[in-house]
Each structure stands twice: as C-alpha cells, then as structure tokens.
C-alpha cells in the first residue's frame, strides 16, 4: 500500500488551519469555494511563497515520506495534480513567478522536481510514484502551455528510477500521452478523466479503461466509482451494472451514511453473484 503525500496550497482555508492564511506560487485565489467544518466559505487570496517556504515544503514532503516508511507503508505517491500545490507551481495559471520557481517551463517544474528529488532520496526512488494531471481544470486550474511543460518534467525525471509515473488523461490519442508513453520507460498508469460533476458512464469507465490500456498504459486507476462500489474491480469484469453515487455532498461530510452502507455485488437488491456471472461478458485486460 502507498501512501498518498499531497500539499492543498490555495485549496486551504484559515477556518481548517487554526487562522494561518494558505500558500501557493503566487497570491492568486481560487475561483470557488472551500469546505470547512462551519460549511462552504469563499476562497481567500493565497499568501505567496518565499524561497525560504519551498525549501521547507520540500524538506517536510521528505519528512512525510519517512513518517510513511517508518509506519509500515510499502511507498508514497507524491501528488502533482487536482489543483494542488505541485500543479499550482506547474501551470500558467496559477503560478506568475519571476524567479527560479516560474517563467519558462524548466521553473515551473523546478518545484516539483525538487520533492520528488527530495522524496526519493528519503525513502528510495523505486519506492516512489508521482502523480500528475495534464490540461484538467479540477479546482479553477488553466494550463495554456501544458504540451509543453509536462514533456519537460517527464524528461526531467526519465532517469530518476522512480518506481511509477501516474498521469490523468482526457484522450489517450493526443501528442501529450503519446510523449509521455515514449519517454517514460517506467511503469505507467493511467486515470481516465471522467466527467465531473456529470454522472459516470453507464460502463464505469469500463471503456476508457480499455482505450488507455490498448494506448500503452501499463495500469488503470479508477477513484470516484470505488465511493459507490466497494467491489468496482469485479463488477468491471462481469459486467455488473453499478451503484450510482446517491448524493454529491455525502462525499465531503462525516458520519456513516454513504460511507461504508453502499451494498457489494452479492448483496445488491436483486441480483446474485451467479446472475452476474451468468451474464458476464468476456473479461477485459484487468485495471488497477
């Protein structure tokens, strides 16, 4: 199991950190709202980070990764996307810096590379995965170079041993993933982007994950079906039909209810894990 390290940057609130105002790149706020225990609050303006604030961050992300070792966990996934800190610093968008740590794309991935160096000096690059989200506008996010600056990070890293690359694609046919397959001679896996805030396919994203599977994709991931179907996995490969998520807001409040309550496939109301297989398509190339 590996444990994910993340940092929010903007996507921070000081109701959820005891007053102290987030960070990011540059002091540019996030085009939504934040969830914090007293309900949904307007973003605030970022403070910007100094250089002192990244060597930090950087040293604390190391810091993380040890903390996961020591508690048992077989490596760390360093996440780069979503709207989060690392890919806060990656795009136009969001990071207008005039230093090292901005401008052309060799600064704007300086940051990241620098903790995922960090990382892996740690607790062993193989033991290591990165994750990244070219071109996804999750959390306000705009990206007008993206072709450009992810070959650059991915050359950047072609040599470090890192144990995986984990990318979100929209189209498995476009340049960026072909790029990357070509030059990342690591294991690669693949998180369709499904439409959000939208349903989910009919399949799950069944489909998607055969199209990145056939594109050069070593694994699949899959997050949001999981919140609804605890056993995901199988109903892919049956061809089960799934539980859809009853209701967004569950996803961002505690308690029980749509926690732990969504039935798996032999408990489903009016099915048995016999009609399922009776009716199963052929299995497909297995996904993680």
Known sequence: MFLQLQHGGRIGHPDNSGGLTPVAPSPIALPDTIFTSGGHRPAVVPREMTTEDIR???????AGARRADEAGFAGVE??????????????????????????SAAGRIRFVREVVEAVAEAIGPDRVGLRIAPGVTANGMHEDDADDVYPALVDALSDSGLGYLHVV?????????????????????????????GPLPADGGRHEVERLLAA?????????????????????RVGAPLNPLRDRGLMYVGGADGYTDYPALETAPGRTEASATASAPAPAPAAS
């Open 78 to 103: 360093v996440h780069g996307g979503n709207g989060y800190l690392l890919h806060q610093f990656l795009a136009s968008g969001t990071n207008h810096r005039t230093d090292a740590y901005g401008g």
């Open 169 to 197: 694609f929209a189209d498995p046919d476009e340049p960026l993933f072909q790029h990357i397959r070509k030059h990342w001679a690591g294991t690669l896996i693949a998180n369709p982007a499904l439409p959000w805030p």
């Open 56 to 62: 930090e961050t950087v040293h604390d992300f190391a």
């Open 216 to 236: 050069g994709a070593d694994l699949v991931s899959l997050g949001r079906a999981f919140l609804a179907n605890p056993d995901l996995v199988e109903r892919l």
